[in-house]
């Protein structure tokens, strides 16, 4: 066909659309690279291929490893063996007297008598020292070798002789005085090969130039070696001359474990001592070391923006078919539980398992006809999503499937099925051309053991037949992490973003999806605990590694964290795993993750479980916010917890950082028009500490009323307001998080909001590209006028459109564009009463 003016046009929009979506993608976005990334790296030995090198690529399954210094190595290191190169200063007729201390185990000495039937060989030693040992390997046809040791004053001891009977084998001997020279001696000759003298410290040095000098915060570092080393230690220096010791390790333990470095160490050179055993083959080792700034692994927390959904629409449960009862949930036992979690919760999650609906996923479930039309012959999914619905419930799902239910060799075409699945699925239960009872929709939970190519096209197949079914469906890939690569060599924990979701998929996704739980390997045991959700060698600060991967490559879309939470004692049922908290703790920090996911502009946070698991204590059975059906799902403090917030400020949104700290953490709330109305503070420290701090808050506030969540009772407890001078309010803080109400008599003005809120989460538009025919979805959590206006990219077309009067909750709204030419477009929407504007590219194809 011949090419016309508006086919050009759109073929130009398409490359520019495409350029625009996926030209900048980085798959390694949310890496933060440590600082040894292009560090020069050099060590006192290595061994073999274990080079110095290895302790810096990433990867925890190479390692560097030293050469053994005893029983010879140290023979050629000047650092280890005072005797190196040293001459005589006396000695009887010989021959070949250099190979006496050339380090080189090759060779020997010979000393024959003078003489008065004397042989012998004496050494002074650079300066007077304590010794580890004294070694050497001699031959004698009779008789013995006596060796002595001089001492600064002059005194003599002979402290070993060495016999016939060791002949050609090394003997050490030992002594506690100061040397200051050696003598070997006998009444006939005698060879030796090498003799040498260890020093009274050893160690084995990794060390490393960063290029410049940096920030030294936090050192990362996995050296086991404690059958073979006293300790570890890491210095850090700027001229090499002058040297700080900034952390001790824990060389007994063989995982990496994070070390704090305070205060922060400026530094451009950094040195790994081990200080060895005085055992034969033993070796110094270190698998990895990471540097990082007082930031962290994960990096600096991002800028902050004001929230653009108030606080209570964030929080959800994780939750399963009948809430662990084996009875639909509108039934006695577990009606109670659906309307329990919904008093704390936005949305439920449920684990909707794909092999409940299809025996092989190259079926195609048939929904239509249930119960009695899936695998599972009795299931319902209408009646137990409807009965959430009717709750009060947003119903999101994770489509769950691993290998050991659907192994890659069931699926005969990958992509198809999925795309099947997909489209059945979203058809069926989707918010427009469904029937509305299911709003979001997960690939996979955590398919963490199948191939990587096979995930792909298993998730591009299911994202694009659910969008092609219902466009208003939300589609997330499975749960992902961006910050660590090397998870991809592991068995089942290859997961990770950069590889699983590719730019190709990503115009299918509504945003990522993450899984994080506060954890860090403990310096003393090695073993996995929770720890406090500011802490940043926490796991759950990978929430901040996921928004610079979305921010680079997928901008303006959502991040659903479908996980999170703590294991914890209470309701009657102990918790005694590692990872466990007190009661008090997971309710402290339920308050104070939210508040931090809620700074962080995350849209959900899924709380993992609704309840504990009713039987013994192991990772995740006792991480629910109440306790099991044992106990009836008795609440918990943190259900409490979440509750009273909801009722307090449930309607409230975030607006900005007033301080974050290593002391104090401090937000700001309010309406939806960006007047104050609460502040949140605490101590950012582990919810055991009984430190204390205080925070001037110099903005004029004064309180109306302050409760503090210390998880020591059902009902949150009102406490001293507290002090205010000259408009500057002083809070005393601990790790229970405060809530101050303002007293809306001292608020004089509004945080703006219009200029920090440059797009919303809460728009919509499908199909798109389309012919002309487009639909508008509002999410909004207040009613208010919406205007539109249309402009093209070259700035000839400028229309206002449609006054929207929308209403809470979703609203969707068809406009017909198929008089304009085809071509690419800003479609812009403005809310003025809640203060956002949204702008997205859309495509009239011919």
């Known amino acids: 066909m011949n090419p016309t003016k508006s086919s050009w046009q759109l073929f130009g929009c398409l490359l520019l659309s495409t350029s625009s979506l996926f030209s900048q993608w980085n798959r390694n976005a949310g890496v933060n690279p440590s600082l040894t990334r292009t560090a020069i790296v050099t060590a006192s030995s290595e061994n073999g291929a274990k080079v110095a090198a290895n302790s810096v690529d990433g990867d925890e399954s190479t390692t560097w490893e030293s050469k053994s210094p005893l029983p010879t190595g140290f023979f050629s290191d000047g650092n280890q063996n005072l005797l190196l190169a040293l001459q005589p200063s006396r000695n009887s007729t010989s021959t070949d007297i250099a190979k006496l201390t050339d380090g080189s185990n090759s060779g020997a000495a010979n000393f024959a008598t003078n003489t008065n039937g004397k042989s012998f060989v004496k050494l002074n030693l650079a300066s007077a020292s304590k010794l580890s040992l004294i070694t050497f390997k001699a031959y004698i046809s009779s008789g013995n070798v006596d060796l002595t040791v001089f001492e600064p004053n002059g005194d003599s001891t002979i402290i070993g002789q060495f016999t016939s009977a060791s002949n050609y084998s090394y003997e050490k001997f030992y002594t506690p005085k100061t040397v200051s020279a050696i003598k070997l001696s006998s009444n006939t000759s005698f060879s030796v090969e090498e003799l040498a003298v260890m020093a009274p410290i050893v160690f084995e040095d990794l060390d490393i130039d960063l290029g410049s000098i940096q920030n030294i915060g936090w050192v990362y570092l996995q050296a086991y070696s404690s059958p073979n080393a006293d300790s570890v230690i890491v210095y850090s220096s700027s001229d090499q001359t002058t040297w700080t010791k900034i952390i001790t390790a824990n060389n007994d333990l063989y995982f990496s474990i994070p070390y704090e470095v305070k205060p922060t160490a400026q530094g451009r050179y950094l040195k790994i001592r081990t200080y060895m055993k005085l055992l034969d083959y033993k070796r110094a080792a270190v698998s990895e070391i990471k540097v990082f700034d007082q930031n962290g692994l994960f990096g600096a927390m991002p800028s902050s923006k004001p929230s653009t959904r108030p606080f209570k629409d964030m929080l959800g449960i994780n939750a399963i078919w009948g809430w662990g009862t084996s009875d639909y949930s509108d039934l006695a036992s577990s009606n109670k539980a659906t309307n329990l979690y919904s008093r704390v919760a936005n949305h439920a999650r449920n684990y909707h398992n794909m092999v409940w609906d299809v025996a092989d996923p190259d079926i195609t479930p048939t929904y239509t006809g249930m119960p009695g039309s899936l695998n599972q012959s009795w299931l319902d999914w209408d009646r137990e999503y409807q009965?959430?619905?009717?709750?009060?419930?947003?119903?999101?799902?994770?489509?769950?499937?691993?290998?050991?239910?659907?192994?890659?060799?069931?699926?005969?075409?990958?992509?198809?099925?999925?795309?099947?699945?997909?489209?059945?699925?979203?058809?069926?239960?989707?918010?427009?051309?469904?029937?509305?009872?299911?709003?979001?929709?997960?690939?996979?939970?955590?398919?963490?053991?199948?191939?990587?190519?096979?995930?792909?096209?298993?998730?591009?197949?299911?994202?694009?037949?659910?969008?092609?079914?219902?466009?208003?469906?939300?589609?997330?890939?499975?749960?992902?992490?961006?910050?660590?690569?090397?998870?991809?060599?592991?068995?089942?924990?290859?997961?990770?973003?950069?590889?699983?979701?590719?730019?190709?998929?990503?115009?299918?996704?509504?945003?990522?999806?993450?899984?994080?739980?506060?954890?860090?390997?403990?310096?003393?045991?090695?073993?996995?605990?929770?720890?406090?959700?500011?802490?940043?060698?926490?796991?759950?600060?990978?929430?901040?590694?996921?928004?610079?991967?979305?921010?680079?490559?997928m901008p303006g879309k959502k991040i659903y964290m479908s996980e999170w939470g703590w294991d914890s004692d209470g309701a009657g049922e102990p918790c005694s795993h590692n990872e466990c908290v007190s009661e008090e703790a997971q309710a402290m920090y339920a308050a104070r993750g939210l508040f931090m996911l809620d700074r962080l502009g995350i849209d959900r946070a899924t709380w993992f479980f609704y309840g504990n698991l009713p039987f013994g204590s192991s990772l995740y059975t006792r991480s629910g916010l109440t306790g099991s059906k044992n106990v009836n799902f008795a609440p918990k403090k943190a259900f409490y917890t979440v509750e009273h917030l909801l009722e307090k400020m449930g309607d409230s949104y975030f607006l900005e950082v007033i301080s974050e700290t290593d002391d104090a953490w401090a937000y700001l709330y309010g309406d939806s028009l960006g007047k104050p109305t609460h502040v949140v503070a605490w101590k950012p420290v582990d919810a055991s500490s009984s430190s204390t701090t205080s925070l001037q808050v110099n903005k004029g506030y004064e309180a109306d009323s302050v409760w503090v969540y210390d998880g020591l009772s059902n009902v949150p407890a009102l406490t001293t307001l507290p002090k205010n001078k000259n408009g500057e309010m002083t809070l005393n803080l601990s790790a229970a998080p405060i809530l101050i109400k303002l007293d809306s008599n001292t608020v004089s003005s509004s945080v703006s909001l219009l200029e920090k809120r440059t797009y919303s989460n809460h728009v919509s538009i499908f199909p798109n590209p389309s012919k002309g025919n487009?639909?508008?979805?509002?999410?909004?959590?207040?009613?208010?006028?919406?205007?539109?206006?249309?402009?093209?990219?070259?700035?000839?077309?400028?229309?206002?459109?449609?006054?929207?009067?929308?209403?809470?909750?979703?609203?969707?709204?068809?406009?017909?564009?198929?008089?304009?030419?085809?071509?690419?477009?800003?479609?812009?929407?403005?809310?003025?009463?809640?203060?956002?504007?949204?702008?997205?590219?859309?495509i009239i194809t011919p």
């Open 387 to 553: 009965h959430w619905k009717n709750a009060g419930l947003v119903v999101q799902t994770s489509i769950q499937f691993t290998s050991s239910w659907l192994p890659e060799n069931l699926w005969n075409n990958p992509y198809q099925a999925a795309y099947n699945y997909g489209y059945s699925f979203a058809s069926y239960f989707g918010p427009t051309n469904g029937n509305g009872l299911v709003t979001t929709m997960e690939v996979g939970n955590e398919p963490w053991d199948y191939d990587s190519t096979f995930y792909k096209n298993v998730l591009l197949g299911m994202a694009k037949g659910a969008k092609d079914a219902d466009p208003a469906m939300e589609v997330f890939s499975c749960a992902l992490q961006s910050a660590d690569p090397h998870s991809e060599k592991t068995a089942t924990g290859r997961n990770y973003m950069g590889v699983r979701l590719p730019k190709s998929t990503a115009q299918y996704l509504d945003g990522l999806n993450v899984h994080h739980y506060s954890y860090i390997n403990d310096g003393t045991t090695g073993y996995r605990v929770a720890t406090f959700p500011e802490n940043p060698a926490s796991t759950m600060r990978g929430i901040v590694s996921d928004i610079k991967f979305r921010d680079a490559n």
């Open 774 to 842: 487009f639909k508008i979805k509002l999410s909004l959590a207040n009613g208010g006028k919406v205007n539109t206006r249309l402009y093209s990219l070259d700035g000839r077309t400028n229309q206002q459109l449609q006054t929207i009067d929308a209403n809470s909750g979703n609203n969707i709204h068809e406009f017909s564009l198929d008089d304009l030419a085809p071509g690419c477009y800003i479609f812009e929407t403005i809310q003025e009463e809640h203060s956002f504007i949204d702008r997205q590219q859309i």
